[in-house]
């Protein structure tokens, strides 16, 4: 019999704090009636992640409850991993959820009250943010802000990783949504189906470091930009327009006045200024094609989103 919840936890060098998620989750999974699963997604840890994992197991057996470890053949990161999990999760309802002790445990038996009022997906929002700094903070608001200025739709501020979704959503995601520039908390938010959002306070880290770095928060927005918006490219062909407009204007002002002019336009100062703006505003719309080039080439070649290495289960106890 399948599960009725299955649990999806993405792991990248988390083994310090394993243990402590392990004793969170299975306080409230052994106050719960129902039969979960718990999926380990080891994205390539270079650590003690999975002796970690495979100790849990092993030691932490509950009634009516069954693991799953997955170890991705290398780091394909975060997104990649959530994805993994998801196609391997067989519960009604999959609640993807990080290792690193900021999405806590004790919301779950919030987000599984509200399944069970119809809704298909329960998005977590982020109520406070105790270690962001106010540089990620203003990167965080300014991200929501050009997503919901230059895309269709309109995406919850500090939606979070941490988020359930029901089998028909979790069915959806494994057939589609396959682009290898992933954006899944993006993808849950667009989809339609019956969904709310529960606020939630995130844990302060106790262990490790976040796994998002400015690069790569940088890396995962223009990722998300341009996977649900095409708004760049018309700006950029705006731009160009407004450029030709402006061209063609300065050639008129100085041929009249030329042959109309007191003085004929000395023209260098105007000449270089208006140059330098041009090929910064070219270099500009080049870099935003080629992002477009880019990604575009990165799905035409259809590589795999994450490989497995290693996935075993073991079986509930009861």
């Not at 969904?195 to 890396?219: C, D, E, M, P, W």
């Not at 030329?258 to 270089?272: H, Q």
């Not at 870099?287 to 880019?294: E, H, K």
Request: glycine residues 4%.
């Amino acid at each position: 019999m399948n599960p009725y919840l299955s649990v999806v936890i993405s792991v990248f060098n988390e083994a310090d704090g394993l243990e402590s998620l392990w004793s969170d989750l299975s306080e409230v999974i052994s106050k719960s009636e129902y039969a979960t699963e718990i999926i380990w997604v080891n994205d390539g840890s270079t650590d003690s992640s999975q002796s970690a994992i495979s100790k849990i197991v092993q030691s932490n057996l509950l009634d009516h409850l069954s693991f799953r470890e997955i170890q991705l053949s290398k780091n394909f990161g975060h997104e990649a991993a959530m994805t993994a999990g998801i196609d391997h999760a067989n519960g009604e309802y999959v609640i993807c959820m990080d290792a690193d002790l900021q999405h806590p445990p004790a919301e779950i038996p919030r987000m599984i009250a509200k399944a069970q009022e119809g809704f298909d997906i329960i998005n977590m929002i982020r109520d406070s943010k105790r270690e962001k700094g106010a540089t990620t903070n203003l990167f965080s608001k300014t991200f929501y802000a050009i997503m919901n200025r230059f895309s269709d739709y309109q995406f919850e501020e500090n939606a979070s990783d941490f988020f359930l979704i029901s089998k028909r959503v979790v069915d959806v995601l494994k057939s589609s949504y396959r682009e290898r520039n992933r954006f899944v908390r993006g993808y849950i938010q667009v989809m339609g189906f019956d969904k709310t959002s529960i606020k939630y306070q995130a844990a302060t880290r106790t262990t490790g470091v976040s796994k998002y770095n400015k690069r790569k928060l940088f890396k995962l927005a223009v990722a998300a930009i341009s996977s649900f918006s095409k708004k760049p490219l018309f700006f950029a062909l705006g731009t160009s327009f407004a450029f030709a407009i402006l061209s063609i204007l300065l050639a008129i002002y100085s041929i009249w006045m030329f042959f109309f002019g007191d003085a004929p336009p000395s023209g260098y100062t105007t000449l270089i200024v208006f140059m330098s703006v041009c090929f910064t505003i070219v270099y500009v719309l080049l870099a935003i094609i080629s992002i477009y080039l880019g990604f575009n080439f990165e799905e035409v070649k259809d590589r795999p989103i994450y490989l497995v290495k290693e996935s075993k289960s073991t079986n509930t106890k009861s």
